[in-house]
């Protein structure tokens, strides 16, 4: 899921917010990441896939 808009606008703590409430009912394992002056998005998200590929959940 990717929320985009302007700063300031509350995505951070609407996310944040929902994230809570899965963990708190264990539905679901959560992980956030903000990509605010990310530059090369296409390494991050190479980096990204791998981490998660190596939790083998």
């Keep these: ?3 985009y ?6 995505k951070t703590i609407l996310v944040r917010h929902f994230f809570y409430h899965l ?3 264990k539905q679901a ?3 956030f ?5 990310t530059v090369q998005y296409q390494l991050h998200d190479t980096l990204l896939m791998r981490w998660i590929q ?3 959940l």
């Design 1 to 3: 899921m990717v929320f």
């Design 5 to 10: 808009a302007h700063r300031r606008m509350g």
């Design 23 to 25: 963990e708190k009912k």
């Design 29 to 31: 394992f959560t992980l």
């Design 33 to 37: 990441i903000d990509l605010f002056g």
């Design 54 to 56: 190596s939790l083998r």
